[in-house]
C-alpha cells in the first residue's frame, strides 16, 4: 500500500485540491512506480488542465523509467506524455478550445500518468465522438510517428508498395490505415495468427510471418522481384540488414524502433540506391507537426481513422503495463485508465 507524501497531507490541510498520480523516485524496475497524492495542476498562461480519462503507454515511457533515455526526467517525476481526456481549466492566453472539450495531447507538463495533467496548448488537440478516450489515448504518438515515417520522411505515394515491418502494434496498425487511405499497396507483417488477422482486418493486402525465415524473399515475390517502394522497420537490429535486399530501387528504409546494433552491407543499398532514413516524433518541426495532426483530425472526423486498443490496465497496474508494452507480440495499443 502507498502512503500520501508529508506535502499533499499538508496541502489536503490547506484546502488545496490533491489527486492520485504515479511517482517514480528513482530511475529503474517497473515496481519504482507508485501511486501517490499530489495537488491538482493549475494552468498558467498557454497551458492547460486536462481531466485523464485515458494514458497511452509507450516504449520509450520505460526507458525513461528505466533511466536508459538519452533524456532522462528530474526526479521524482510523474510519467508519460499521451493521454486523452476532457478540458478541466485554461490559462490566459488559450484560444481554440474550451472547458469540456475532449482532447488528446500527446505532451505534458506535469506527467501523464495521473487523474489530470497539465499541458502546453499547443499539444492539445480536439478529438471526434467517433473515437472513444481509450482510443484517443492511442492517437497522438502512434499515428503521428506513422505519418511522419509514411509521408514526411518516408515520401510514400500513392500505387507505391509499403512493407510494414512489425504491423501488429499501435504504429504498425496505424501505419497500415493511413497506407490503405493512402493508395498504397500494403504487405504488412505479424508474429502470431491472432496480430496477423488484425493486420488484414486494418487493410493490408498481403500479410506475412515475420518468423518464417524467408519471408523477406516473399516480399520480392509479391511485387515481381521489384521489391517495397517504402519499408516501415519497427526493429531495424534485427532487420535492416534484409530490408535492404528487398527494398525497390531508390526505396526508402525509414528506421522507427530499434534495440542494439547491426550488421549491414552496404552494397545492397548501393545497388538498390536505397535511402536509410531515421526519423524521432519529437524532432518534428512546428510545420510538420501541424500537417500531421490536420491528416489525423480529418482521418478521425471521418472515421477512416480507428485507434485499435489491446489491453488495458488500471494506474496501480502500471508496472504490467509497461513489462507487457516491451514483450513480443504487440496487438495495438496498451492503455492506462486511471
Do not use: W
Not at 497522438?140 to 500505387?159: D, E, I, K, M, W
Amino acid at each position: 500500500m502507498t502512503h500520501p507524501p508529508l506535502a499533499a497531507k499538508q496541502d489536503r490541510q490547506k484546502g488545496v485540491n490533491i489527486m492520485k498520480a504515479i511517482r517514480v523516485h528513482e530511475f529503474g524496475e517497473p515496481e519504482n512506480m507508485v501511486i501517490e497524492e499530489v495537488p491538482d495542476p493549475v494552468p498558467g498562461p498557454d497551458q492547460v488542465v486536462v481531466d485523464v480519462k485515458a494514458v497511452g503507454v509507450n516504449p520509450v515511457d520505460t526507458y525513461i523509467r528505466a533511466g536508459t533515455y538519452h533524456l532522462n526526467p528530474d526526479l521524482p517525476y510523474t510519467p508519460g506524455n499521451e493521454a486523452a481526456g476532457v478540458v478541466e481549466a485554461i490559462g490566459d492566453g488559450v484560444t481554440g478550445l474550451r472547458v469540456g472539450d475532449r482532447v488528446y495531447t500527446g505532451r505534458t507538463i506535469s506527467g501523464a500518468c495521473a487523474e489530470k495533467a497539465l499541458c502546453p496548448v499547443s499539444d492539445v488537440h480536439p478529438f471526434s465522438e467517433r473515437v472513444t478516450f481509450e482510443q484517443g489515448a492511442a492517437i497522438n504518438v502512434a499515428y503521428s510517428t506513422a505519418y511522419q515515417a509514411l509521408f514526411q520522411r518516408g515520401r510514400g505515394l500513392p500505387g507505391e508498395v509499403v512493407l510494414v515491418n512489425g504491423a501488429t502494434g499501435a504504429v504498425g496498425t496505424a501505419a497500415v490505415q493511413l497506407a490503405r487511405n493512402a493508395g498504397m499497396t500494403i504487405i504488412g507483417t505479424g508474429g502470431s495468427e491472432k496480430g496477423r488477422q488484425l493486420v488484414h482486418e486494418q487493410g493490408a493486402h498481403h500479410v506475412l510471418d515475420h518468423h518464417v525465415a524467408d519471408y523477406h524473399q516473399q516480399v520480392l515475390s509479391l511485387t515481381n522481384g521489384r521489391g517495397a517502394d517504402v519499408i516501415i522497420e519497427m526493429l531495424a537490429d534485427v532487420n535492416l540488414a534484409a530490408d535492404l535486399t528487398v527494398v525497390a530501387l531508390d526505396g526508402r528504409v525509414v528506421v522507427v524502433g530499434n534495440r542494439g546494433t547491426v550488421e549491414i552491407n552496404p552494397r545492397d543499398a548501393m545497388v538498390r540506391r536505397a535511402h536509410i532514413i531515421g526519423m524521432l516524433l519529437f524532432a518534428a518541426t512546428e510545420k510538420e507537426k501541424s500537417e500531421i495532426h490536420a491528416a489525423l483530425s480529418a482521418g478521425l472526423g471521418n472515421g477512416s481513422l480507428q485507434p485499435v486498443v489491446g489491453n488495458t490496465f488500471s494506474l496501480a497496474e502500471a508496472p504490467q503495463a509497461h513489462i507487457q508494452v516491451m514483450t513480443p507480440g504487440a496487438y495495438g495499443k496498451i492503455v492506462l485508465v486511471p
